[in-house]
């Protein structure tokens, strides 16, 4: 049943996008360590970056589709503060209604990046973009050294700032509004939510991102999961824009 | 801040139909306010004042090619309101004169921006909202501040696809012809 409603919930989640079947259908990823026979040597060493920083670039999707379904799948119950958890039971009771995806409005950070749809890293001296499938949406990643915002204005993706620990890349987000869910569970946060992203890449064809979710007004303490990416070689995003903001609510929950 | 994003449109404006078309398509999106206000760009000439001196030379990438990176705007709209301006009426077959006469005669009912579905290329490269151009040497990402879209160019030498499904956006290649880049969309 669990899995016949994630079978069920997944192309719904989906539905609503109008998918461009894959352009470039027979392409060939360029800079792909590769063996004999072309198939990509995905435990390659990571590549670095003319700086000689771990370079992230690609092609990149969740292997792992329990995170987007429950981000505390790991963790069991996450620390959740009393009006958070009547809201996640009021959700699961309901079937997951009311989700911004019934009217075409984004995820957040924790669910674009746990979702199992492809996003691309394009990575930049001072800047590294995120340029996720779903909903045709990009985050900016600042690496300049610039601090968060203070009192920022609440957004959908927030404000995000990044460094490199050693290998690891970090990165730091704020300025959320309370509209996203952490997963497609109904874990809810506030506008206090802030979340830390680090990003290890042990070799060519996999990351390893730890999320982690501080909200103080939504949980009492951090907490989060560490999702396994996976490299997509010989593929390309396709475009995807949310134009039926109808049928989704009447078709999940209740 | 929804004031300081109509104070952009409207410092271009130049009629009050054209204000009241940009204060409806702003009012259809959730403008973000400008967060880090007071930060200033690195790598901008500057004159000893601070201002940037936009006449400067412009920069060349590490492989020599021009770098269209940084953030960019149509200083005008009027060529978001009409892609003819300036030139002869486009050459319209019957049905795309028919079309567009009831655009025009139904004050632009049916515009995609009603439902939030994005502009297409020429729009979103003529409106007067910002823009930025991320350039690697394999794709020149652009994104768009209207709806948070982006756009790839590959300049990875690979040609155009075949039209399988129509897209908002379509496919789009570049490759440098001199100092100028060429891109060229389809699907």
Known sequence: MKILEAVVMGGILLSPCAPAPAQWMNLHTQGVPRKADGKPNLSAPAPKTADGKPDFSGLWQSTERKYVDNLASDTGQPPSLPWADAFYKKIKASNGAGRPQERCLPHGVTDYDSLPMPWRIVQTPSNIVILYEAYNHYRQIFMDGRALPKDPQPTWMGYSVGKFEGDTLVVESNGFNDETWLDDDGHPHTEALRVTERFRRPDFGHISLQLIVDDPKAYSKPWGATVP?????????????????????????? | MQALKYARSLAYASGARLLMGAML????LAPVSAQWLHYPT??????????????????????????????WRQPEDKYFRDLSYGTQP????????????????????????????????????????????????????ILYEGYTH????????RPLPPVTQPSYLGNSVGKWEGDT?????NG
């Open chain 2, 25 to 28: 398509l702003g009012a259809t």
């Open chain 2, 150 to 157: 982006y756009r790839q160019v590959f300049m990875d030498g």
């Open chain 2, 181 to 185: 880049l060429v891109v060229q969309t």
């Open chain 1, 229 to 254: 990416l996976g490299l997509l070689v010989d593929d390309e995003l396709i475009e995807n824009i949310c134009e039926n903001e109808k049928d989704l609510g009447h078709i999940i929950g209740k």
């Open chain 2, 42 to 71: 690195p790598g901008i000439p500057r004159l000893p004042n601070g201002k940037a001196t936009l006449a400067a030379p412009a920069p060349k990438t590490a492989d020599g090619k021009p770098d269209l990176s940084g953030i």
């Open chain 2, 90 to 141: 486009p050459a319209m077959l019957p049905w795309a004169a028919k079309l567009f006469q009831d655009r025009k005669g139904n004050l632009e009912k049916g515009h995609p921006s009603e439902r939030c579905l994005g502009h297409g290329v020429t729009d979103y490269d003529t409106l007067a909202t910002l823009r930025r151009f991320v350039q690697t040497p394999g794709m020149i990402a």
